[in-house]
């Protein structure tokens, strides 16, 4: 990916501060063609206090790199870095470590020279058809070799195949034993069940699991006969998301015992990490409390990164936050992965009608979560975003430098709206499904053959109405949703579903995602089945014939699947060197 650099002018933008004052609607909604910058200048937005100003935003995230976690584990990375110069440890007897950075007990460090250059594959040796991992190590042909083992089974003296080929074509293969440890509470005690495999027609590829993404504690991974094959013992809530280079991004405390979860880590997974964001906590808040009081007082765990978080072109992370204020999950902030200070703030109540977010009414813990965003994915194609509002039942998207609105879908009346609102709503074909607070937003094709105009995503249709969603169908049940947008006719069209047949049994009123694989199927997370009894997981064809479904029971509290993804352990793109 090529490091571009974007600069973002504050043009001026929908603050609404009053729903007569079309001007500012105006001057912030747009189609393909952006409003001028004279135009949008000549437009005054009256200032309202419950708005915060950027500079007061960005105050009160404080966001900036630390090092503590990078700091402490100096020592392992020097380790390993002095066995990899080693010449004692050869492929007949090579340096192992298990669980090398204390926090991702099933993946290994394999460290060994050659006489010749050669290039190094290994194999995770499976219990079953298709459950073996294989990767083959970034770096070519070379005499000094780091190998990143991933994929282990926990409780088991697993067999790893390490095989180095040289340039003339002849392999030599050693065949290394390790032994791993219980899955410790949180995970064992998620079990897993699987039905309707088949594995020749999943998108498992020779080393892609499932990640379950959880929305507390720790998250693991899954191969196709439901055995956990990998899972941190840094606590994550909410955001994991796949990085350039083959890393991860992972929500997490810097102290386990904290309730505040406002440690972003770059890391890898062998547990290794690479650069660790700091956020106040003051901003956090929690999902619980605007469910019941219940939940609120059951759980007091709140974190900053609420739902989402997306890496942008110039590697910087666009991330959905709370601004600090009454009002919670309607504030987005891009931060420079080189200084770790917010270098962009889009605060939703500027973008939106006034009306939205002053009438809605307060929730258990007396913030008012009128926009609940918990999606944001980054158009490559021209250079928008698009969002996920549950709480207003709509889906938009924005150009991301000038933040102007160039579509917004919803089940909100088009004659509620602001007149200068109006042009941007996209016009739903017949059968088109009206979401209710859905979840996750996945473009379809980005960067390759749509154009700006055209163009496909896919989403998790919760059901639920929450304040404009279908009102006939919600509650019934849940479903995976793909979407054509044509923005030059500014329509919108159903292509296709999954979930519907499945009834009341999977529906969720909260929590989901829905995300396409490579050979188009779907992998779909029912994450709050049971009213959160279960999380089910299933991977369907384009033709709704599944494949692959898993059921997550008796998951400690609050420990549900807030997303799954179908990853590789790991890319080609991730390469480990403790030289570095």
């Known amino acids: 990916m090529a490091h571009l650099q974007f600069k973002h002018p504050r043009m001026v933008t929908l603050a609404i501060a009053s729903l007569a004052v079309l001007t500012v609607g105006l001057a912030g909604c747009s189609s393909s063609k952006s409003s001028s910058s004279s135009s949008a200048a000549s437009y005054k937005i009256k200032t309202n206090k419950s708005v915060l100003t950027d500079a007061q935003i960005k105050k009160n995230l404080d966001t900036k790199i630390i090092t503590t976690r ?52 290994y194999t995770v040796v499976g219990k079953s058809d298709k ?3 294989t990767n083959t190590v970034k770096g070519g042909y070379t005499t000094t070799h780091q190998v990143p083992v991933v994929g282990l089974y926990a409780d088991t003296n697993n067999t790893v195949k390490i095989t180095a080929t040289n340039k003339d074509g002849k392999t030599t293969t050693k065949t290394l034993k390790m032994q791993t440890g219980k899955l410790p509470t949180y995970v064992a005690n998620a079990t897993i069940t699987t039905k309707n495999v088949d594995k020749s027609k999943m998108e498992i590829g020779k080393n892609k699991l499932t990640i379950m993404n ?21 606590y994550s809530q909410h955001t994991i998301e796949q990085w350039s280079g083959g890393r991860i991004m992972m929500l997490s405390k810097k102290d386990v015992n904290s309730d505040v979860y406002n440690d972003l880590i770059e890391t ?27 939940a609120a007082k059951a759980n007091s765990e709140t974190t ?42 889009i605060d939703m ?59 917004i879908y919803s089940g909100k009346k088009a004659s509620t709206w602001p007149k200068a609102y109006r042009p941007y709503l996209l016009k739903p074909a017949k059968g088109t499904v009206v979401t209710g607070g859905q979840h996750g937003i996945y473009l379809l094709n980005n960067g ?23 009102k006939k169908t919600s509650g019934k049940y849940s479903q995976a949703v793909q979407y054509h947008v044509n923005a030059k006719d500014m329509t919108i069209k159903t292509t296709w579903s999954y979930g519907k047949s499945l ?76 030289t570095k």
């Open 304 to 345: 900053v990164i609420h739902h989402d978080l997306v890496e942008l072109p110039n590697h910087n992370f666009l991330a959905t936050v709370s601004d600090g204020s009454k009002y919670k999950e309607d504030t987005m902030v891009e931060v420079s992965h080189k200084t770790g200070k917010i270098v962009k703030v």
């Open 268 to 294: 890898d997974y062998l547990g290794r990490v690479y650069k660790e964001y700091s956020f106040a906590a003051n901003t956090s808040s929690s999902d619980a409390a605007s469910i019941s009081k219940a």
């Open 448 to 470: 390759g053959k749509n154009s700006a105009n055209s163009e496909d995503f896919l989403l998790y249709d919760n059901n639920i109405a929450v304040t404009n969603g279908n």
């Open 214 to 234: 959880r929305t507390t504690k720790q998250p693991f991974a899954i191969d196709a006969d439901g055995a956990v094959r990998w899972y941190s013992t840094n």
């Open 503 to 578: 009834g009341k049994d999977n529906f969720t009123y909260v929590i989901g995602y829905a995300e396409r694989q490579a050979n188009g199927n779907t992998l779909i997370d029912f994450g709050y089945k049971h009213n959160g009894a279960q999380s089910n997981v299933i991977e369907v064809t384009k033709s709704g014939k599944q494949v692959f479904n898993a059921t997550m029971k008796s998951a400690a509290d609050k420990a549900y699947a807030y997303r799954a993804y179908r990853v590789p352990f790991y890319s080609a793109d991730y390469q480990f060197d403790a």
């Open 131 to 133: 459950t073996s991992i």
């Open 70 to 121: 990078q700091d402490s584990q100096k020592s392992l990375t020097a380790t390993y870095k002095a066995a990899a110069q080693n010449s004692k440890y050869t492929l007949d007897n090579p340096y192992v470590k298990v669980n090398p950075y204390k926090t991702s007990p099933l993946s290994a460090l394999v460290t060994f020279k050659t006489s010749d250059a050669e290039k190094v594959s």
């Open 349 to 407: 109540k500027k973008l939106l009608p006034k009306s939205m977010w002053t009438k809605y009414a307060k929730g258990a813990d007396g913030k008012i979560d009128w926009l609940h965003q918990n999606a944001v994915d980054y158009d490559k194609n021209d250079k928008s975003i698009v969002i996920s509002s549950r709480n207003q039942d709509m889906i938009m998207k924005l150009d991301y430098k000038t933040d102007h609105i160039k579509w």
